[in-house]
T-cell receptor, first 113, second 114 residues
Framework: QQQVKQSPQSLIVQKGGIPIINCAYE??????FPWYQQFPGKGPALLIA?????SEKKEGRFTISFNKSAKQFSLHIMDSQPGDSATYFC????????????FGTGTRLQVTL | DAGVIQSPRHEVTEMGQEVTLRCKPI?????LFWYRQTMMRGLELLIYFNNNVPIDDSGMPEDRFSAKMPNASFSTLKIQPSEPRDSAVYFC????????????FGPGTRLTVL
């Protein structure tokens, strides 16, 4: 059962644009929502994360928006750069399962010049 | 710290052969995860350990797959016998509850089964 649904599968934006990646979850027991960034040939790395007690978190050009009632969260990349071209995964963790993460299917982002 | 270390980085083998993937987690981390990544299925959790004990192996595809963690600094994922559909990138990750549950991934092992 896919517990975290991610869209779109791929995304192409021009430099300076604001790509938005969306995720939806079903399990209300999730209490931690990270985003991971993966460059080709590398393992995923934590980019930014949010807990459901806040509706938005910003770190540099990356922002997570969180809608608890809709069970949705999204990643926005402000002033996107070609160096942001990567695959982005959303994930979720249940409060009772320690470190185990459930990942979305990933979004391949390409930022063109 | 050197981060999570995986070996080999690339493995090419023939169908039916045994394959062993190795992982050294970050020192002090008490969780270790094995993932498989393919274009079709994305990033799948195969199994994870807490303090060297397997906690959830529900993602292990079948009996051909096995994983062990004999001590806090070493884990193996074994496939015997290997099949072409096992071709994927296998990642090991480690984490600690004391550090916000962030999972640190290794560079992965790209497995090709001919």
């Amino acid at each position: 059962q896919q517990q975290v649904k991610q869209s779109p599968q791929s995304l192409i934006v021009q430099k300076g644009g604001i790509p938005i990646i969306n995720c939806a979850y079903e399990n209300t027991a999730f209490d931690y929502f990270p985003w991971y960034q993966q460059f080709p040939g590398k393992g995923p790395a934590l980019l930014i994360a949010i807990r459901p007690d806040v509706s938005e978190k910003k770190e540099g050009r990356f922002t997570i928006s969180f809608n608890k009632s809709a069970k949705q969260f999204s990643l926005h990349i402000m002033d996107s750069q070609p160096g942001d071209s990567a695959t982005y995964f959303c994930a979720a963790k249940r409060g009772d399962t320690a470190s185990k993460l459930t990942f979305g299917t990933g979004t391949r982002l390409q930022v063109t010049l | 710290d050197a981060g999570v270390i995986q070996s080999p980085r690339h493995e090419v083998t023939e169908m039916g052969q045994e394959v062993t993937l190795r992982c050294k987690p970050i020192s002090g981390h008490d969780y270790l995860f094995w993932y498989r990544q393919t274009m079709m299925r994305g990033l799948e959790l195969l199994i994870y350990f807490n303090n060297n004990v397997p906690i959830d192996d529900s993602g292990m595809p079948e009996d051909r797959f096995s994983a062990k963690m004999p001590n806090a600094s070493f884990s193996t994922l074994k496939i015997q016998p290997s099949e072409p559909r096992d071709s994927a990138v296998y990642f090991c990750a480690s984490s600690s509850d004391r550090i916000n549950n962030e999972q640190f991934f290794g560079p992965g092992t790209r497995l090709t089964v001919l």
